[in-house]
């Protein structure tokens, strides 16, 4: 027997028509990239988004077509993403920050047929899109004044393009597991994988995000995504925002400490979410100036682990909660929150910080597991800690292309590549990504949890551990210091520091200094780069 309800298709432009119906007049303020705050409405960027769709569709266009944005958060970027999901085209996000070869790369692979790019990207993009035979289109996202002299084939700019479509125009009705947007994972190991999003995905995705213990949003929010739409789709809030109605505050292409304040103190930003990068830079900011944020209620970081000293700030100098989240390209990306269950509600001080410094439990929508590497399952006792398994709605169960088939099981588990334990009332910390972990005597030994230390000790800037051939234990933990500018702290000083606070056999067999520790495009420390730099490096306890 069936059940006896509408058949609704799960569709992305359905949450633009519902903020444009029932939220139509609400701000969507951008600090444009020619510099100027310019702000729009749901209403006014619908019917944008609608002229988008004509004028693609006019074109040539066609559903399943990918069309690549090389662009900041900015209204034009979020009417351009619902104009290509609108005409059933495929938003693909390219992250600015890899190298031209690499983009060009990704670019192929999903054989772009037209590029929406700012300002600030027309010179990247003139060295790429040579490169990409399949790219017939190229809209710069600016009017005809700003528009720049360029090399790109077929270029138009923005405003003047929009200016030739009256907006009459019906979204294509679409089957709700049609393909909408596409992201490359960083590839740090290997090639770039592509996953690609559904209708459908996207906004189950949408709605899980929104759920009180999730990023609990509403229509009294006013949200600014610092994480770019070009990182993991803004974490969904491209689509969470609009369909609970918050107003939204796009920051453009300045992340420093003082533009991100100034958008949380004029806009009275309430929510608000980003990488550790862009939070260490704003508290900064903060205690060099003295300002407050009176008008911040919360804060989402995920992206890498959130430094406990960060959650301590935010929370006790500037009365901000702190979530700190978990996430991959692969699920949408959200897997896990840490906010505060019954259970926990008692906690104050540094055991409340101990629940915060774990990524948190998973929401309705996402399944996780942990399992040994003969695929196990694991106990959930806040210790024993394997590889993370995930599956749900809005999780990938293949890359574009097929590649990376080994990470998907006939039941449906992804293998995040994620270590970790998850504790007896659910929440997940990770311990370390699979190909980082060390192996010891046949022990894991977790690199981020001696990190985590060491960044504890007041002379270090940034600490990174990696695994070292060993003769007798296959591998042992080396310790890779960034001092504090004008500190000198010694090698027994660290090790004296760790002492005590983890089992003996995880201390570090060595310490060596360095001015720099590499980073991939999206902030993580690079391991495959310090590795080979240490490739030859002798243990003393060798
Ligand atoms: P990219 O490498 O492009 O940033 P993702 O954003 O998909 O790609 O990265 C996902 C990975 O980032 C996760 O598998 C995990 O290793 C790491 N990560 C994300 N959030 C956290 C977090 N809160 N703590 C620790 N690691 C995290």
């Not at 990182?231 to 533009?259: F, I, T």
């Amino acid at each position: 027997m069936h059940g006896l309800m509408q058949d609704w298709p799960l569709l992305c432009h359905k949450i633009l028509d519902h903020a444009a119906t029932q939220h139509g007049a609400r701000e969507i303020v951008s600090r444009s990239v020619e510099g100027p705050i310019v702000r729009t409405t749901y209403a006014e960027t619908r019917q944008r988004a609608l002229k988008a769709a004509q004028l693609l569709e006019r074109e040539g266009f066609a559903a399943g077509d990918r069309i690549a944005t090389l662009a900041w958060n900015t209204g034009r970027h979020l009417e351009a993403w619902y104009g290509i999901m609108g005409v059933g085209g495929v938003y693909h996000t390219l992250n600015p920050r890899l190298f031209p070869e690499q983009i060009a790369w990704i670019m192929n692979h999903a054989e772009d047929k037209a590029l929406f790019v700012d300002l600030t990207f027309v010179p990247l993009a003139e060295k790429i899109v040579p490169q990409v035979p399949s790219v017939k289109r190229v809209i710069v996202f600016t009017d005809k004044a700003n528009m720049p002299q360029t090399s790109l084939p077929n270029a138009i700019a923005y405003e003047e393009w929009l200016a030739d479509a009256d907006g009459d125009f019906r979204w294509k009705q679409l089957e709700e597991t049609a393909a909408c947007g596409m992201c490359y994972t960083s590839g740090t190991t290997g090639d770039p994988k592509g996953v690609v999003y559904s209708h459908r995905s996207n906004v189950l995705h949408a709605m899980i995000a929104l759920v009180p213990d999730a990023m609990g949003l509403s229509s009294r929010d006013t949200v600014l995504p610092v994480v770019p739409m070009f990182h993991a789709n803004a974490w969904g809030l491209a689509q969470s925002a609009p369909m609970c109605g918050a107003k939204l505050v796009m920051p453009g292409g300045r992340m420093d400490g003082e533009a991100i304040y100034e958008l949380l103190d004029t806009e009275k930003v309430t929510f608000t979410a980003a990488v550790p990068t862009v939070w260490l830079m704003l508290l900064q900011h903060l205690e060099e100036t003295g300002k407050k944020l009176p008008h911040l209620k919360k804060v989402v970081i995920g992206g890498s682990a959130c430094p406990r000293a960060m959650t301590k700030k935010f929370q006790e100098n500037y009365d901000v909660e702190v979530i700190h989240a978990w996430g991959m390209t692969e699920m949408s990306p959200l897997g896990t929150l840490a906010t505060i269950k019954p259970e926990y509600l008692e906690l104050e001080g540094d055991a409340k910080l101990d629940i915060q410094q774990k990524q948190g439990f998973a929401p309705f929508g996402v399944e996780m597991k942990v399992t040994d590497d003969e695929n196990h399952d694991q106990p959930w006792d806040g210790k024993t800690f394997g590889r993370l398994k995930v599956r749900g709605p809005a999780v990938a169960r293949a890359y574009y292309g097929g590649a990376g088939t080994e990470q998907f099981d006939d039941e449906g588990w992804f293998d995040t590549g994620d270590v970790a334990h998850i504790d007896p009332q659910g929440y997940m910390q990770i311990t370390d990504r699979a190909k980082d972990v060390i192996k010891s005597g046949g022990e894991w030994i977790s690199t981020i949890d001696l990190e985590n230390l060491a960044v504890g000790h007041p002379d270090v800037a940034e600490a990174a551990v990696i695994g070292i051939a060993h003769p007798k234990w296959d591998e042992r933990p080396l310790l890779v210091v960034v001092r504090k500018p004008g500190k000198e702290p010694s090698k027994d000083e660290l090790l004296g520091f760790m002492e005590g606070k983890i089992a003996k056999w995880w201390m570090p067999d060595d310490v060596v200094f360095v001015d720099e520790i590499p980073h991939t495009a999206t902030g993580k420390i690079q391991k495959t780069t310090l590795r080979k730099q240490f490739e030859t490096y002798e243990l003393p306890t060798a």
